[in-house]
């Protein structure tokens, strides 16, 4: 299947890219705003589309610009389907907000309208996604989550306060994605609206402290809960790549020394080590959810990490003469390479089980 996602280089959209890239199955087009803004280019980048999910979209600006930016981008859509002489399926990023007499909640509903009317007159299938409140890796602070906000605050070792606590239906980005996956392998025209977890602003805040309280000492939080490893996963995020390695204390005496590499607050996991002969490198794949840690306890390494659909490649030197840790950024590629001339030790902690059936480890190349 080929698949075409306007706003592929937003928050959500990348999401959505880094699932895709792990099922693997599907050939994906990114149409990202500048490709929007040229009409060409845009009726190229969707001629072969199977599935169109529509994520672009206007919710920051001028009132009349989040208005009528949502509403022209649908308009846009439609005319490059029309001049193309295409009726693909047509997955629409909708918001609870639509309806709502806000610029944004009027433009996102009459966006819907003109989606709806498209696909009655072509005879296509339109799937109206309805998402709650979205958080996760990548959001942008200050813009469109206050979750996103508070972890960026607090990372930065600032103490962020609640202006007005309500409560707030929340859902993971990769909650989303898998629901927009969902919505373009169906059948039919429907609306549908995925179920977040509902939280009071002044509840996420007090979780996401105790995280970062925990989480500044080396210990991990217990992550048995899933919504609490989603927002460990969103707030670890935003100390990447600045606070990465993070150190580990060695107590030396006459006997040799101890270090204490895993201190977890609950939840279990799985601990394993690997040796690597000099010059070989293990890893090149990415996770979704799991928090995996890499702590080299002999030899000299070198850790590469890179986000999914970005080049940007983040290089960590170790050593197991100075003990640190280096938690692996979820949706982002890495390896070892052991770059001593002896063998590498490293030992390895993940917060779940190995599942074959679920390993959540996508194998990609970082370089």
């Not at 280019?41 to 009528?68: I, K, M, P, S, Y």
């Not at 990769?174 to 995925?194: N, T």
């Not at 006997?255 to 490198?281: C, D, N, Y």
Request: hydrophobic fraction near 40%.
């Amino acid at each position: 299947m080929i698949i075409a996602i306007t706003g592929a280089d937003g928050f959500l959209g990348w999401h959505l890219q880094a699932r895709l890239r792990a099922l693997g199955s599907h050939d994906v087009v990114g149409v990202s705003r500048t490709t929007f803004d040229d009409p060409e280019h845009l009726t190229t980048a969707l001629a072969r589309a199977d599935v169109v999910v529509h994520l672009a979209g206007v919710n920051r600006g001028r009132h009349d610009e989040v208005e009528h930016g949502n509403e022209e981008l649908a308009r846009q859509l439609i005319r490059v389907l029309d001049t193309a002489g295409r009726a693909p399926r047509l997955v629409y990023a909708d918001s609870i907000q639509a309806g709502s007499d806000s610029p944004y909640g009027r433009g996102k509903a009459r966006a819907a309208c003109l989606l709806g009317e498209w696909a009655d007159r072509r005879g296509a299938t339109l799937i109206d996604l309805v998402l709650p409140n979205l958080f996760g890796e990548g959001c942008r602070p200050d813009y469109n989550s206050f979750v996103a906000t508070f972890c960026q605050r607090l990372a930065a070792g600032d103490a962020p306060l609640v202006d007005v606590d309500r409560e707030v239906e929340l859902l993971h980005a990769q909650d989303a994605a898998q629901a927009l996956i969902a919505a373009m392998e169906g059948h039919g025209s429907a609306i549908y609206r995925p179920a977040g977890t509902p939280y009071r602003v002044s509840e996420v805040l007090a979780k996401l402290r105790t995280i970062s309280t925990a989480y500044a000492t080396g210990r991990l939080p217990d992550l048995s809960d899933p919504f609490t490893l989603r927002l460990f996963n969103t707030y670890r995020s935003y100390l990447y790549p600045a606070q990465v390695p993070c150190p580990l204390k060695a107590s030396t005496d006459s006997r040799g020394t101890f270090v204490e590499a895993v201190q977890s607050l609950g939840g279990g996991g799985q601990t394993s080590f690997s040796t690597t002969k000099p010059g070989i490198t293990r890893g090149n794949h990415f996770h979704l959810r799991k928090v995996e840690r890499f702590v080299v306890v002999a030899g000299e390494a070198t850790i590469a990490i890179r986000p999914i659909q970005r080049a940007t490649v983040s290089m960590f030197e170790v050593s197991g003469d100075k003990p640190v840790f280096v938690d692996m950024p979820t949706l982002h590629t890495h390896n070892i390479t052991n770059t001593g001339s002896t063998e590498l030790l490293t030992l390895f902690w993940s917060n779940e089980l190995f599942d074959p059936a679920d390993p959540d480890t996508f194998a990609e190349a970082v370089a």
